[in-house]
């Protein structure tokens, strides 16, 4: 199955994506609460000239009707892309297949899974694109 390549955009929201995340983890380091992280990752884009969303409402269409059961994004990057946070052990793979439904839900090509509980950040990243 072929992809489409993704938008300049979203490419330069990515970058900045991971930026923010080393940033802020170099900063705080592993061990704070999920919230934590997420309000100095949205700080740090912002700086960057980016427009972060928290915890992002997303309604559910199914047979041609919409839902609004309490689904949440973390966090919406430009309208364009999701992150999902976590600050945990272990990442558990449903937190994976969350983060495709989510994109396939809202209609995103790209998201990130950010474990900001690890030693080293780069083991604590995952990109994902449909």
Same mark, same amino acid.
């Given at each position: 199955?072929?992809?489409?390549?993704?938008?300049?955009?979203?490419?330069?929201?990515?970058?900045?994506?991971?930026?923010?995340?080393?940033?802020?983890?170099?900063?705080?380091?592993?061990?704070?609460?999920?919230?934590?992280?997420?309000?100095?990752?949205?700080?740090?884009?912002?700086?960057?000239?980016?427009?972060?969303?928290?915890?992002?409402?997303?309604?559910?269409?199914?047979?041609?009707?919409?839902?609004?059961? /309490?689904? $949440? #994004?973390?966090? !919406?990057?430009?309208?364009? @892309?999701?992150?999902?946070? *976590?600050?945990?052990?272990?990442?558990?793979?449903?937190?994976?297949?969350?983060?495709?439904?989510?994109?396939?839900?809202? /209609?995103? $090509? #790209?998201?990130? !899974?950010?474990?900001?509980? @690890?030693?080293?950040?780069? *083991?604590?990243?995952?990109?994902?694109?449909?």
């Amino acid at each position: 199955m072929e992809y489409k390549p993704l938008s300049e955009s979203e490419e330069e929201i990515a970058k900045a994506i991971v930026q923010a995340a080393f940033v802020v983890h170099k900063n705080l380091g592993p061990g704070l609460l999920e919230k934590i992280y997420e309000v100095c990752f949205c700080h740090e884009l912002s700086k960057m000239h980016f427009h972060p969303q928290r915890q992002v409402h997303l309604p559910i269409t199914y047979d041609g009707i919409s839902f609004d059961e /309490g689904l $949440r #994004l973390d966090v !919406l990057v430009d309208d364009l @892309v999701i992150c999902e946070l *976590k600050a945990v052990d272990d990442v558990n793979a449903v937190w994976e297949a969350q983060l495709l439904s989510h994109l396939k839900l809202s /209609g995103k $090509r #790209l998201g990130f !899974l950010i474990n900001f509980n @690890v030693p080293l950040l780069k *083991k604590g990243i995952k990109r994902f694109v449909l």
